[in-house]
């Protein structure tokens, strides 16, 4: 596909298909998304790829640690979360839409409860990754790790496999850090699920609101 082609029909698949993803094909996107830029080419990201038991004993052991210690969700790494508008709006409007979809109403705490659960099993994709990056890295070295995770997204969808980034694996990570003994100098920074979106779910049809060029833009000297 031509980059546009990617970009326009890459989308964030909440519900997967079980059919599992070649070694060799996860090898190979990854081996392509590592061409992404980075700040004076310190390629600061790590990622940890589960499959098979290992990311079913993942799955498995964050959510029993969510229902036993359910206070156990801050961040190991500071997060300012002081959104404001435009984009607490352009949230609220897409949590609406996707559970909508999903059929799950307002105030339903005990049904959002539970697919927020669905990010710790990566939407029941069949494989999951795992992004740490070194504790002692600044700002710039984060802003590469996202540029190598968007890479990834396109050189899936260049090759028919979708993707859906989880932010939720910053959360719960003293699990993440044990089952995959991540050392104890690497933040664990967010996850990923990788696979075949199951086109069958409402979930998947969410398209979400773009803004125009004008509205973030601002040229100069033309």
């Given at each position: 596909?031509?980059?546009?082609?990617?970009?326009?029909?890459?989308?964030?698949a909440?519900?997967?298909?079980?059919?599992?993803?070649?070694?060799?094909?996860?090898?190979?996107?990854?081996?392509?998304?590592?061409?992404?830029?980075?700040?004076?080419?310190?390629?600061?990201?790590?990622?940890?790829?589960?499959?098979?038991?290992?990311?079913?004993?993942?799955?498995?052991?964050?959510?029993?640690?969510?229902?036993?210690?359910?206070?156990?969700?801050?961040?190991?790494?500071?997060?300012?979360?002081?959104?404001?508008?435009?984009?607490?709006?352009?949230?609220?409007?897409?949590?609406?839409?996707?559970?909508?979809?999903?059929?799950?109403?307002?105030?339903?705490?005990?049904?959002?409860?539970?697919?927020?659960g669905?990010?710790?099993?990566?939407?029941?994709?069949?494989?999951?990754?795992?992004?740490?990056?070194?504790?002692?890295?600044?700002?710039?070295?984060?802003?590469?790790?996202?540029?190598?995770?968007?890479?990834?997204?396109l050189?899936?969808?260049?090759?028919?496999?979708?993707?859906?980034?989880?932010?939720?694996?910053?959360?719960?990570?003293?699990?993440?850090?044990?089952?995959?003994?991540?050392?104890?100098?690497?933040?664990?920074?967010?996850?990923?699920a990788?696979?075949?979106?199951?086109?069958?779910?409402?979930?998947?049809?969410?398209?979400?609101?773009?803004?125009?060029?004008?509205?973030?833009?601002?040229?100069?000297?033309?």
């Amino acid at each position: 596909m031509h980059i546009d082609e990617v970009l326009a029909k890459r989308r964030s698949a909440r519900a997967f298909k079980p059919d599992p993803l070649d070694r060799a094909l996860v090898e190979e996107i990854l081996r392509v998304a590592s061409l992404a830029p980075s700040n004076t080419n310190v390629q600061p990201w790590k990622v940890h790829v589960v499959a098979g038991e290992v990311r079913d004993r993942l799955e498995r052991e964050v959510l029993a640690h969510r229902e036993t210690d359910p206070t156990d969700a801050a961040a190991e790494f500071p997060r300012a979360n002081k959104r404001k508008e435009p984009y607490i709006s352009r949230m609220r409007k897409l949590g609406k839409d996707m559970y909508g979809l999903l059929e799950i109403p307002k105030g339903d705490q005990a049904a959002g409860w539970r697919q927020w659960g669905r990010n710790y099993a990566f939407f029941d994709a069949p494989v999951g990754l795992i992004f740490t990056i070194d504790k002692d890295l600044d700002q710039m070295n984060w802003i590469d790790l996202g540029l190598f995770a968007m890479a990834i997204m396109l050189a899936a969808k260049a090759r028919g496999v979708d993707t859906c980034a989880l932010g939720a694996w910053n959360n719960y990570w003293t699990v993440t850090r044990r089952v995959l003994d991540v050392p104890e100098d690497q933040y664990i920074a967010f996850g990923m699920a990788l696979g075949y979106a199951d086109e069958t779910q409402a979930v998947n049809t969410l398209v979400a609101d773009r803004e125009p060029v004008e509205a973030f833009t601002t040229f100069h000297g033309f």
